[in-house]
Nanobody, 115 residues
């Protein structure tokens, strides 16, 4: 089982990034997919969630209207489009797959928003 995030980096405030998480080794389409982040000195925070099948999507209030989560069940990939980034979005972003008690984590990708 693997979850491999990519797309992080350094961006100026107001900029955009698109994170990808490529999954392998499990039945991706049957899993809820989530993006979490951990800012320096802070606890892990659930940023966005998309259900199996994509019918249900949820965001933490601080990213609503700026971030968009999506999934491609043919490519076994989940995305997080992040627009209008601000310094408070800085952190390590983790991809997470969940189906009942079956849960997997990626290694994380760093997002730094700074001028």
């Amino acid at each position: 089982v693997q979850l491999v995030e990519s797309g992080g980096g350094l961006v100026q405030p107001g900029g955009s990034l698109r994170l990808s998480c490529a999954a392998s080794g499990f039945a991706f389409s049957n899993y809820d997919m989530r993006w979490y982040r951990q800012a320096p000195g802070k606890e892990l925070e659930l940023v966005a969630r998309i259900s199996s099948g994509g019918e249900s999507i949820n965001y933490v209030d601080s990213v609503k209207g700026r971030f968009t989560i999506s999934r491609d069940d043919f490519e076994n990939t989940v995305y997080l489009q992040m627009n209008s980034l601000n310094v408070e979005d800085t952190g390590v972003y983790f991809c997470h797959a969940r189906n009942g008690g079956s849960r997997y984590w990626g290694q994380g990708t760093q997002v730094t928003v700074s001028s």
